[in-house]
């Protein structure tokens, strides 16, 4: 059940830089290594809400729901803007040289949730990609999709943490420089901005 396939497709779709990537890797450039770890446990919990859709049957009213579909992805769209918003308004985000306040991590780990519960794909993406690693002759079904969403959750937790620690690995070397701080601020901002015109262009 739990194959090579099933293994290295997961670590290809979780390694692939997205929402969830971005914010835990902004996270570690601006709060460092512990914060990426509650932004990379928040970006993984957020999971749940689609795993538990999917195991009840919602996701497949949301597949034919267009307006369900619309209405969370309008909500993903305004979320990441904020996002965009706040990344480039905030001038001392990356500023190594300033005194790190980080988050408190409640805060941290309820931001990341809501950046994934609001991500429309990730339900139909748990509903596509999951049953095909379960054998109609499976005697219990469930347990073997809980299983495999655990495996998958495991696996996001464990990579969005390593790009944490290499974000702090990174600030820790060049943040020293004002012009890399923008350069990183703008281009974080135009990413999460990218993202949120990406969502409000997809499809079901």
Known sequence: MIGFEFLLTSAVVVITPGAGVLFTVSTGLCQGRLAS??????CTLGIVPHMA???????AVMHAGAMAFQLLKLAGVAYLLYLAVATWRDR???AASAAVQALKPLT???KAVLLNLLNPKLTLFFMAFLPQFIAPSDPAPM????????VFMGMTLMIFALYG?????FRQR???SPTIQNNLRRSFSAAFAAMAGKLALSER
């Open 37 to 42: 770890f509650y932004a990379a446990l928040g």
């Open 53 to 59: 859709a999917t195991a009840l049957g919602l996701a």
């Open 92 to 94: 001392a985000a990356f």
């Open 108 to 110: 941290l780990v309820g």
């Open 143 to 150: 347990l073997s999709f809980a299983l495999l969403s655990l």
């Open 165 to 169: 620690v290499l974000a702090h690995a």
């Open 174 to 176: 060049v943040m020293t």
